[in-house]
């Protein structure tokens, strides 16, 4: 009887982790919404990081109550994200909004942050004039 009962909660908790909405955006909180939007990046192949992360802040910048964007993002898995973003940033370039201006359309933004993302990444070289200017001393 010990060993079907250990079983059993094994089993439940299995079953209940696995269906949880683990792709999906938690909209309870702007903090629950968050850490599973961070979840859900780190998890996201390196071409839909880009799209997914300038998707949930496009809706934040249209939609800024909480309780609205919340409704708007809750629930929603990155490929949905992605679109809904898409639809945000053609409306909101339609009606003049400054800072889509510059870009020809959704994939020439995307464009644009993946080249500036692939800058940050790249090391520097160190200056070899820096090694004699260390701070650290010889004791």
């Given at each position: ?15 209940s ?26 998890r ?19 939609y800024?109550?909480?309780?609205e ?12 994200l992605?679109?809904?973003?898409k ?14 201006q ?6 020439d ?6 080249r ?24």
């Open positions: 009887m010990r060993i079907f009962s250990i079983i059993f909660i094994s089993f439940s908790i299995l079953l982790t696995g269906c949880s909405s683990g792709g999906e955006i938690n909209g309870r909180s702007f903090k629950t919404a968050l850490d599973s939007v961070k979840r859900i990046k780190g996201l192949p390196q071409e839909k990081r880009i799209a997914f992360e300038l998707s949930f802040w496009a809706l934040r910048t249209a800024r109550n909480n309780s964007f919340l409704d708007i993002v809750g629930g929603k898995s990155p490929d949905e992605i679109e809904v973003g639809e945000v940033f053609e409306t909101r370039k339609a009606e003049g909004f400054k800072e889509y510059q870009y020809a359309n959704w994939d933004m995307i464009a644009k942050y993946a500036e993302r692939e800058q940050q990444n790249i090391k520097k070289k160190r200056d070899p004039r820096d090694k004699e200017n260390s701070v650290l001393y010889k004791l």
